[in-house]
């Protein structure tokens, strides 16, 4: 059986990854900084950080197929701590590569993203560009085949407030209002997170051998019409307010300004419906939000279970 290590599997694109190659057949390990709630049964987990070169190398020691999800993902957040962006985002790439040079693997998979072709994103944008610059040289210098995926709007089950449409949801049924930085013009190719899972597996096909693909969905909506297609769903009980940005990280319309290297595009033919995923997407944070207040309510009741 082909092993695959999944680096930032305990997340929410690197778990339905990991559970993809499960599915496929694959021998999979989980490497993260904390345990997977999401673990099935035959995968690994291994917890770890992706700066001890030594915790690293075991992990992918035997390997034929190592990705990278790990890291820091929110736009927000990377602008606030690019330190730590540049650590973890670009120094720890690096030592995964690596160590996936000395396995010498089959092939090295690196989640990207679209924000690689603008000059928006901030210090999330550059960490992405220098991965992939890296990487490149690696395959160059080193013969180290790879995938890059660049991926577009994701949105599905395990995400969490560092994704824009689960906050955008919890907003609406926490306030029953949906507060917006744009214009509402702006476009998004929507992908379910499960879809964007099961092309990250077939990748690995032949065909994308040191190939950039992006990875995105079939139609082009305006925020406009994704945000008044939510507050349809919660019965017209939720209401929009447009807001100026404050700071323009995020494109508009078309993050190209930049010419990275050309890239495939993939958008599955077969997959979940935008208003099925939201749905699933408005259980599970609703759910969130009854356990968080019966957690609450234990406390205000001294610790005493009311269930």
Same mark, same amino acid.
């Given at each position: ?15 339905h990854?990991? $559970?993809?190659?499960?599915r ?7 490497f ?10 035959g995968?690994?987990? =291994? ?11 075991d992990a992918?020691?035997?390997a ?17 701590r ?7 985002n670009? =120094?720890?790439? @690096?030592?995964? =590569?690596?160590?996936a040079? @000395?396995?010498r693997?089959?092939?090295?998979v690196f ?6 072709y603008?000059?928006a994103?901030?210090?999330y944008?550059?960490?992405?560009q220098? *991965?992939e610059?890296?990487?490149e040289?690696y395959?160059?210098? %080193?013969?180290l085949p790879?995938t890059i995926?660049?991926y577009?709007s994701?949105?599905g089950?395990r995400? $969490?407030?560092r994704? @824009?449409v689960?906050?955008?949801i919890?907003e609406?049924?926490?306030?029953e209002?949906?507060t917006y930085?744009?214009?509402g013009?702006?476009?998004?190719e929507f992908l %379910?997170?499960?879809?964007?899972a099961r092309t ?5 096909g032949g065909?994308f051998?040191n ?11 305006k925020?406009?019409?994704f945000?008044?297609m939510i @507050? ?8 929009i ?13 078309t ?7 050309f890239?495939k ?11 099925q995923?939201?749905?699933h *997407?408005?259980n599970q944070?609703y759910?969130?939000l009854n ?7 234990r ?7 009311? *269930?």
């Amino acid at each position: 059986m082909e092993k695959a290590v999944v680096f930032g599997g305990a997340g929410f694109l690197g778990s339905h990854v990991a $559970d993809e190659l499960t599915r496929a057949g694959y021998d999979v390990v989980i490497f993260d900084k904390r345990y997977s709630q999401y673990l099935q049964q035959g995968q690994t987990m =291994l917890v770890g950080d992706i700066l001890d070169a030594g915790q690293i190398r075991d992990a992918v020691k035997g390997a034929q197929y190592v990705y990278n999800f790990a890291g820091l993902a929110d736009i927000e957040e990377c602008k606030a701590r690019p330190i730590d962006t540049i650590k973890l985002n670009i =120094l720890g790439n @690096s030592m995964i =590569l690596d160590a996936a040079r @000395s396995e010498r693997i089959e092939r090295f998979v690196f989640a990207s993203t679209m924000y690689v072709y603008s000059d928006a994103g901030a210090f999330y944008r550059v960490s992405k560009q220098a *991965c992939e610059l890296i990487i490149e040289d690696y395959s160059r210098l %080193h013969a180290l085949p790879y995938t890059i995926l660049r991926y577009g709007s994701l949105y599905g089950e395990r995400s $969490d407030s560092r994704n @824009s449409v689960y906050r955008i949801i919890r907003e609406a049924l926490t306030e029953e209002k949906i507060t917006y930085y744009g214009t509402g013009e702006e476009e998004r190719e929507f992908l %379910h997170v499960k879809d964007a899972a099961r092309t990250s597996v077939e990748v690995l096909g032949g065909a994308f051998r040191n190939e950039c693909v992006i990875v995105t969905g079939q139609k082009v909506m305006k925020y406009r019409e994704f945000l008044e297609m939510i @507050s349809e769903m919660l019965k017209g009980k939720v209401t929009i307010e447009y807001r100026q940005k404050k700071l323009d990280t995020h494109y508009r319309i078309t993050p190209y300004t930049f010419d990275p290297k050309f890239a495939k595009k993939m958008s599955p033919e077969q997959h979940v419906d935008l208003g099925q995923g939201l749905i699933h *997407c408005m259980n599970q944070i609703y759910n969130e939000l009854n356990e968080e207040r019966k957690s609450s309510l234990r406390i205000a009741l001294g610790g005493n279970d009311f *269930c």
